[in-house]
């Protein structure tokens, strides 16, 4: 029962051939018989046919005649231009019919698309065309409905269907209110910093930020090290009496980076004082050179006197000192965590110099 | 049939490499499009994109010595310790003793010619206007890589641990002691005091977060050279990845728009 489906434009073809071949094309056999399967191929095929069938050439019959003949109204009505048969059908229908009738010719169902366009042309016209030019698949439908068509009065009255499905009426669409945001709350101008804070997408915001910024102080401490393998900020460096007048001791600095320098020549009393080994200029360790009696920075050449004051060099400002006190044994105590800029009159701080007598 | 197509007609063959070679231009584009190395190039470049007197293939061989220095510096790490102990001598021993140790060299010559190149790069993108828009992000993302070349840099110079080194570091770092309000020489620290506790002190301020110490020491070494491996690193390939594909998306390279 399954023949090969065809297309619109070859069951036209086909029918055209037919009529021009003068032999009965009466598809006696199924004039009612609507086939599903059929049915739903020509739909595919109804919507291809038209843009094709706009751009075929002139046929000599009208495409009314071969809808009538294909609908085999009355058996041998050659070219009877009367397409008001007894049974009116859709154009499903109609094909399928015509499926139907023409899966048994399957010499004919071999013709591809393209060539029936040809086939018109060529098989000659038995009879000139009524009305010139072929009317589209959508007036042949109306035409066989019986709805009023654009060139042809000449159709049938419209009669009943019996297998289409009478269309449903509708209601009429309604009108479709203004959407709403945020749910339950009506966002209005007065209350819209109310529904930012209260909706869920600004709870998760807001725990998204807090969870990041507290991410990002929690990675900043970890950065700092609680344990640090340094030489300890407070030592001791012995009594006064190793410390003679005048000298520049020079045995911490590599072990803790300070100078131990008695000295009078700032302010004209005999201090004991801690410079820390740190040049002022970029931060290198200078060098006590003794015959010139001058700290000396090999980095860039800043030059320090002995008490730390700066004299030359790109170095802006003084050696700074170190606290130093005297602790309870006796020793000299020197604490690194503690500083004194000359420039800021800080030298004047007792907890800055241990005096001598 | 002969062995090279018995291999490569096998299910093996088949499932690494999906599609032949490349044998006419729509299965060339296919090759392209469904590898994932190559695809981030695009199918075809236009003929006066490799024009070198349009480009200067600055952008490449910046690439390209990136990719050097890659390679070179996962090598070097084989020999390399970042202790106070071995940093120095491990260096010597590249030198010396260690079979194609010349990559050190060749690690330290690829660095300051790369530093070269994304310059001359930024300068050949700023003469043909290649940052006005739509491609105004890319030269941000470029600025971005820059500052990090640069500070691969900044932070690989530490590792031979010699005087060169530790003090150039210093240097650097004390200007850190200046940052305001992170730093203990800056402005403002004085404000972030929390009940009379100095938050920034010598032992909490961006000069020691930078050196995890009050100096250049041990934490300093062992801190840059992760940065200088693998922090820093990661972040410029995932920046370089969206350099590259910006330049796609933005027009493609040396299009006129």
New interface residues.
Partial sequence: MAKKKLSTQEILAQLRSEKAGKSAVEPAAEPVAAEPVGSEAGNGDAAAAPPTAAKSKPTPKSTQDILAAARGSAADKPAAAQPAAATPKSTQDILAAARGQSGGDPATTDAAPPETQAQPAATGSASAPPSGEMPSLQDMVRAVRGEPATAEPAVAAAKPQPQTKPKPTLPPIPIKPPARRGGKRQETRRNVLLTLLVSPFAWAWMFLSAATAASTLALARFMMPNVLVEPPTKFKIGPPSDYPEGTVSTKWKAARGVWIVNTDQYDGESNIVALASVCTHLGCTPNWLESEQKFKCPCHGSGFRVTGINFEGPAPRPLERVGISLAEDGMLEVDKSVKFQEELGQWEIPASYYPLA | MSVGDYIRNSQIWKSIFRHPAPYDRRNRIVVMLTNFFLHLHPVSVKQHGIALSYTWCMGGITFFLFLVETITGVLLMFYYRPTLEWAFNDILALRDVTTLGIMREIHRWAAHAMVITVWLHMYRVFLTGSYKPPREFNWVIGVLLLVLTLLLSFTGYLLPWDQLAI?AI??GS?MARATPFLGTEGPGYQLLNIGGYDLIT???DAK??LL????V???ALNRFYILHCVAIPLVVAGLIAVHFWRVRKDGGISQPL
């Fill in positions: 003090w210093t240097v004390n010598s032992a909490s020691f977060l995890g110490g009050r100096f020491g041990e934490n």
